[in-house]
C-alpha cells in the first residue's frame, strides 16, 4: 500500500479553484492552468490516504472496475509512468471522467465509512494531465485489420469508447454524428468552464491516427445536414452497427402558458453558449443577459445552466427543484457503500444564483408582447408518496427566460430506431440482450439509449462491453476485449 498510516495522518483535501470574480468573466476551466496542474502540490499525499483494503469498494462504486488502489499507490510512489498504464487498462478517458464524473467511487471508499474518503477523482485527473503534458498518451493501431466494419452512431462518451476498442481490436470503425463536430454532449453540452474541448479534440485526435473514421454532420435515419443514411442502408454496408444514440428526448413541464417565447430547453441554451466561448458566431442566440432567469432542474445540467448565465450577465439566476433540499450527512436509508442524496455544491453554486427547494410552477405568466415575464410557483410537500401543494404558498417571482434542466426520458424513437425496427423495453429504452445486442441481428446498443439516462462512467463502461459484444459477434469466439458490466447490472441501492 501507500502511506500505511496516510489516511489517519493525512486530512482530505482538494485543489483551490480561481476566485470567482475572476473565472465569471471568462470560459476557461475554473481551476488555475486545469485540475490536473492545480491539484500537483498536494496530490501524491492525498494518494497515500488509499488504505489497500482488501476488499476494495470502489471497484464496485466505479463500473469501469477501475484500479484505484494501484494507481493511488503508483501515485504516491511518484511512478507516473505505470499510474497512467493501470488507469488506462480499464477507463479509455480518464480526463473526461476525472472533470465530470460525481465520483461514486468515493462514496463506495473503505476510508469513508468514518473519515473523509481519499480525493479518487483528483487523483485520476491529476495522472491524465500529467500524461498529456509529459506526451505518454500515443495512439494505438491495431497491429492487423479482421476485415469487418462497423459503424457507431454518435459520438458521446459511449460511442467513443465502443469505436476506440473496436479500432484496436482490428475492426474497420466509422462514428456517424449529426453534429458538425464528434464529441456528442462532451462538445456542446458540457460548458467550457467544466470541461475544455481541447480535451476532447486530442483524443479525437488520437482515435483517428488508430484508425477511426469519423463522418460528421450526418442524421443517421433522417435528413442530415450535407448527407443523410437510412437505417437498411445502413446495415447493409457495414458488418456490425452500434446505436450509441443516448437518451434525447427531453422532460418537458406543459403548464398553462408554456408556448410563451423566451422558454427554452437547457439543451437548446448550453450548445449555442458552447459555440459562441468557442469563436462561433450562432444567429438569434439564447442569452441571459440583464434577464431574471430561472432554471427549473437542481441536477448538473440545471448548474451548467447556471453557470453559463451568470458568465452571459444574467441579472438574477433561480434555480427551482420539486423535491426537498438534501441535508448536508448521508441519510439513513442510504447507507454506505451506496451513492447518497446530499446537498453538494458545484463551482457555479459558488458563484452566485438562488437556490429554491420544495416548488412545483403552476403557470408561465406573459407580457404584452407574448413574452415570458414571471412564473407562478408554489409550494410542495410530500404527502402518502405524492406531492401536495401547501395552502397559502404560492408566489410569482420574475422571469425573462425559462430553462428546462429536468432530463431525458430515452431515445429519439423517429428515424434510425424506427426503419430499423429493434425492440423496446417499457420504458422506451432499446431492448438488448446479454452480450448487448438488440433484436435485430449485428445491431448493438450501448450507452443511455439501452440504459436511460445516466452518468458518463456508465456510459464509458457500456461502450467497453458493447465491444466485446461486437467483437465476439463478428469473430465468432469469445472475445478478448474487456466487458466491465452487464446490460442489467445498476449501482448498488438499498
Known amino acids: 500500500m501507500a502511506d500505511p498510516r496516510g489516511f489517519i495522518t493525512t486530512p482530505r483535501e482538494v485543489a483551490e479553484r480561481r476566485p470567482v470574480e475572476e473565472r465569471v468573466n471568462d470560459w476557461n476551466e475554473v481551476y488555475p492552468g486545469g485540475p490536473g496542474r492545480a491539484l500537483l502540490p498536494i496530490i501524491s499525499e492525498q494518494a497515500g490516504r488509499c488504505m489497500d483494503c482488501g476488499i476494495p469498494f470502489c471497484h464496485d462504486g466505479c463500473p469501469l472496475g477501475n484500479l484505484i488502489p494501484e494507481w493511488n499507490d503508483l501515485v504516491w510512489r511518484d511512478d507516473w509512468n505505470e499510474a497512467i498504464d493501470r488507469l488506462h487498462a480499464t477507463n479509455n478517458f480518464p480526463e473526461f471522467t476525472g472533470r465530470l464524473c460525481p465520483a461514486p467511487c468515493e462514496t463506495s471508499c473503505v476510508v469513508g465509512i468514518n473519515r473523509d474518503p481519499v480525493t479518487i477523482k483528483n487523483v485520476e485527473v491529476s495522472i491524465i494531465d500529467r500524461a498529456w503534458e509529459w506526451r505518454n498518451v ?69 482515435m483517428r491516427k488508430e484508425g477511426t473514421v469519423f463522418r460528421c454532420a450526418v442524421e443517421v435515419g433522417g435528413v442530415g445536414v450535407t448527407d443523410k443514411l437510412t437505417g437498411s442502408q445502413l446495415t447493409d454496408r457495414y458488418d456490425a452497427v452500434v446505436l450509441a444514440i443516448g437518451a434525447t428526448v427531453r422532460r418537458d413541464l406543459p403548464a398553462p402558458g408554456r408556448e410563451l417565447g423566451g422558454i427554452h430547453q437547457a439543451m437548446d441554451f448550453l450548445p449555442q453558449a458552447n459555440r459562441v466561448a468557442l469563436g462561433e458566431e450562432v444567429p438569434d442566440q439564447i442569452v441571459a443577459t440583464d434577464k431574471d432567469v430561472v432554471i427549473i432542474g437542481g441536477g448538473d445540467t440545471g448548474a451548467d445552466c447556471l453557470g453559463t448565465s451568470i458568465r452571459q450577465g444574467a441579472r438574477s439566476v433561480t434555480s427551482l427543484e420539486i423535491m426537498p433540499q438534501p441535508g448536508e450527512e448521508r441519510p439513513e436509508n442510504q447507507p454506505w457503500p451506496t451513492y447518497p442524496m446530499i446537498y453538494r455544491v458545484a463551482s457555479a453554486h459558488e458563484e452566485g444564483g438562488e437556490r429554491t427547494y420544495s416548488v412545483s410552477t403552476k403557470e408561465f405568466i406573459g407580457d404584452d408582447d407574448g413574452n415570458v415575464a414571471g412564473l407562478r410557483i408554489v409550494e410542495v410537500e410530500m404527502v402518502d408518496g405524492s406531492f401536495q ?29 424506427e426503419q430499423l425496427g429493434v425492440d423496446l423495453d417499457e420504458r422506451g429504452n432499446i431492448r438488448r440482450d446479454r452480450s448487448y445486442m438488440s433484436s435485430v441481428p449485428g445491431v448493438f446498443v450501448a450507452g443511455d439509449a439501452g440504459r436511460g439516462q445516466s452518468l458518463i462512467v456508465w456510459a464509458i463502461a457500456e461502450g467497453r462491453s458493447a465491444a466485446a459484444g461486437v467483437d465476439a459477434f463478428l469473430s465468432g469466439a469469445d472475445s478478448r476485449l474487456p466487458r466491465p458490466i452487464n446490460p442489467d447490472d445498476r449501482p448498488l441501492v438499498v
Open 138 to 206: 500515443r495512439p494505438e493501431p491495431p497491429e492487423w485489420l479482421t476485415g469487418k466494419t462497423v459503424a457507431v452512431i454518435g459520438s458521446g462518451p459511449a460511442g467513443l469508447a465502443a469505436a476506440q476498442q473496436l479500432t484496436r481490436a482490428g475492426h474497420t470503425v466509422a462514428v456517424y454524428e449529426r453534429d458538425d463536430k464528434p464529441g456528442g454532449l462532451l462538445r456542446y453540452g458540457i460548458p467550457e468552464f467544466k470541461m475544455e474541448k481541447v480535451h476532447v479534440e486530442r483524443r479525437i485526435d488520437q
Open 389 to 417: 401543494e401547501v395552502p397559502g404558498s404560492e408566489r410569482t417571482i420574475p422571469a425573462q427566460l425559462v430553462l428546462f434542466a429536468m432530463g431525458f426520458t430515452g431515445p429519439q424513437q423517429e428515424g434510425l430506431v
